[in-house]
């Protein structure tokens, strides 16, 4: 090995411990990404990543926070919080009526998830790792749920699935486990904050496969 | 007992479309092929799947549609696999047969527009569809 490359290799290693990982947060609509990137960034930085809300994708960008640094057991590590869109196959702008938006407020909101989750997918490619976020009370086997875990496979990218709601009396976490046995299922309540430390733990883990 | 009851049930189109009628085609134009046929309201039945990569690609493609497509709101998609519950070597088996064939023909895939198809309930061995109006 040459003296420049290793001062190459020597350096690029510091700078690739030092590196800011993009951790993003996918997933269908309403599963509570926004309220989990939430709940790292008020612990970590004190401020919230975006809005939640009862209503369908609220989340029509993607949005981010940067140098948000987790501390977990003496540990800390440095990510980008990347909240992207519910990713779906179908949007309704009727389904929005139902939440007293009017019809000029419902096309709208139509309009900007259509291409929230366009620009979801978009983003797939910068990923340096994901969660998955599930809602605990809905059948896991949604189509959606399986294709973006088959598109973080394809790409190589790490994947933690976390069940979400399991403050909820309907949440089975089993049931996820039992749809993605290769994979890491962690239960929380993003809510309640509830599990956070194995959500924490499991995300060191698999910060080091990146 | 429940009464069970057939409905009405009028005019429905199922398609069924071979793998090995877009084994040929590139991406683009498999995911052209697959919506034309759900714009014409009929429900696809594909044999085989779509690489994840175009799974996304066709839902690229349906959020573009919406609003630009009188009365399209989206699709309903699901994909059945025979083998879910396989061990690691029966999947190495079909990885290994899917390489070599193009695409992992023990699946099926379904699809159909929303406005037809209001749901697909997936389970690991039963597959539902919920239609509209019925």
């Known amino acids: ?210 | 007992m429940a009464k069970k009851s057939l409905g009405k049930i009028k005019g429905l189109s199922v398609y069924f479309l071979p793998y090995s009628e877009i084994k040929d085609l590139d991406s683009s134009e498999r995911i052209k092929k697959i919506l034309n046929i759900v714009l014409g309201n009929s429900i696809l039945v594909l044999q085989g799947r779509l690489a994840p990569e175009e799974e996304t690609r066709l839902i690229e493609d349906t959020m573009a549609m919406i609003g630009h497509v009188k009365n399209f709101k989206g699709i309903e998609l699901a994909v059945i696999s025979g083998s879910e519950s396989d061990g690691f070597f029966d999947r190495l088996k079909r990885n290994l047969l899917s390489a070599i064939a193009g695409s992992d023909l023990t699946s099926i895939t379904i699809i159909g527009a929303a406005s037809i198809v209001k749901e697909i309930k997936k389970n690991p061995k039963k597959i539902e569809l919920f239609l509209k109006g019925f």
Not at chain 1, 72 to 93: L, S
Not at chain 1, 170 to 185: C, G, L, R, T
Request: glycine share 6%; aromatic share 10%; with cysteine.
């Open chain 1, 1 to 210: 090995m040459g003296l420049r490359s290793f001062f190459k290799r020597f350096f690029s290693g510091i700078f690739k411990k030092k590196k800011e990982l993009k951790l993003g947060f996918y997933g269908p609509p309403n599963a509570g990404k926004t309220s989990l990137a939430n709940r790292i960034c008020k612990d970590f930085t004190g401020e919230e990543i975006g809005t939640v809300s009862k209503i369908p994708h609220e989340t029509r960008k993607v949005q981010f926070k940067e140098k948000v640094e987790i501390e977990y057991k003496g540990k800390k590590m440095t990510f980008k919080i990347v909240d992207t869109p519910g990713i779906a196959t179908k949007i309704d702008y009727e389904d929005f009526l139902k939440f007293r938006l009017n019809k000029k407020e419902a096309k709208e909101r139509a309009k900007e998830a259509t291409q929230g989750v366009v620009e979801a997918i978009k983003w797939l490619d910068d990923m340096d790792l994901v969660v998955v976020v599930l809602d605990a009370t809905q059948n896991p086997y949604n189509q959606v749920n399986i294709t973006i875990i088959g598109n973080l496979v394809a790409r190589k990218i790490p994947v933690l699935i976390v069940a979400n709601k399991i403050d909820l009396r309907k949440a089975n976490v089993k049931k996820i486990e039992a749809a993605f046995p290769e994979y890491k299922v962690v239960g929380i309540s993003a809510r309640f904050g509830k599990n956070m430390d194995e959500f924490y733990e499991e995300i060191f883990k698999l910060a080091k496969k990146v």
